[in-house]
């Protein structure tokens, strides 16, 4: 069997109670990717031939099953990306009517001094008997990125609780989730001035050679406790964990800009606090708007630039430092506009 025909479905929403999967295939809709994989769960094991005196173990013992893990990869669109964008970053949504049928979703990270367990979901991946619901879904990292006027692309990393329902038990399998076709030369890099008001457009002065934005939840695996519950496969017993709380968030971003004048460096000799960096992707029409995907780091700093090359043109690649936002005491947030009314 090809991994290129694995099935994979998402939850639309996510679970009510952490561990808990959705059970109906009205649930789920098909998880668009590049990247195939299958799933089986792994069990671990120990053995006793660590005493002394023995040369080889004389049996093996079940404890827990590895956290499930997979990576997902595709096109940036307002539907599923944007849904993993949000349980990534944990905090509630606003929902706003723009216009007829035209919705906003505004969410933030959710603050470590409120919860540091984010929404679950499920994930589902079927291959010939291969047929496995993981519960206790995490996104602990997701990465955006694009290098020149190309799509914008998305990975996001999943990782699960243990716990896994085999077979699956969703039938029909559900329809792939819709994609918009995102506009990758559209795409609009930007940032307000030490000023306050002065808006730089980085895509409009045609600098903007690639860029990334990355956040990762760093969860904590392997969280174990005496009383955790235990799943049945044939002869087999294994443990799974309850929490996964989420660790020291860590929000990253680099922009690749031509070199054109000192600008970039002289604001990160100054350490200037520079604020709403913006990184929007227009998509098509939607009633009297287009869909669009935004993600704004509030407050940010430059690092030292470096040089370098792109294809012989002189470039500046620089990282930069995302700072505590005072309002929101994050340190990155979203905007997404799309035709549904929650973003879940």
């Known amino acids: 069997m090809r991994t290129e025909n694995t099935q994979i479905a998402i939850s639309t929403t996510c679970e009510s109670t952490f561990n808990t999967p959705k059970t109906n295939a009205s649930d789920y809709e098909g998880l668009p990717t ?125 990782v699960g609780s243990g716990k896994f329902t085999n077979p699956s038990g969703i039938t029909p399998f559900p329809a792939m989730a819709t994609t918009p076709c995102m506009d990758g030369y559209k795409v609009e890099v930007k940032y307000t001035d030490v000023d306050g008001t002065t808006v730089v457009n980085l895509s409009t002065l045609g600098k903007v050679v690639e860029w990334m934005v990355e956040h990762k939840n760093n969860i904590r695996r392997d969280r174990r406790r005496t009383g955790d519950p235990v799943q049945t496969v044939s002869t087999a017993n294994a443990a799974h964990t309850r929490k996964m709380p989420r660790g020291k968030y860590e929000t990253t971003a680099q922009i690749t800009v031509d070199f054109n004048d000192l600008t970039d460096w002289t604001k990160s000799v100054k350490n200037e606090q520079l604020t709403n960096l913006s990184i929007l992707i227009p998509g098509p029409p939607i009633g009297s708007s287009r869909h669009e995907f935004e993600l704004i780091v509030p407050l940010f700093s430059f690092d030292t630039p470096e040089t370098g090359d792109d294809d012989g043109d002189a470039t500046t690649p620089i990282n930069i430092v995302c700072l505590e936002d005072p309002v929101t005491k994050g340190t990155m947030k979203a905007r997404i506009r799309n035709a549904t009314a929650t973003l879940v």
């Open 34 to 158: 590049t990247e195939p994989f299958f799933l089986l769960p792994k069990v671990e094991k120990i053995n006793d031939g660590n005493r002394v005196g023995k040369n080889a173990p004389t049996h093996l013992c079940n404890t827990y099953w590895s956290h499930g893990e997979a990576a997902i990869k595709d096109d940036v669109d307002t539907n599923v990306p944007a849904k993993l964008l949000r349980r990534a970053l944990g905090g509630g949504v606003t929902d706003t009517l723009i216009s007829a049928g035209v919705y906003d979703h505004t969410f933030n990270i959710l603050p470590p001094q409120v919860g540091d367990v984010l929404p679950s979901f499920n994930i589902v991946a079927i291959l010939g008997a291969s047929d496995f619901l993981l519960s206790g879904v995490m996104c602990d990292a997701i990465k955006f990125s694009q290098k020149n006027a190309e799509r914008v692309q998305y990975e996001a990393n999943l």
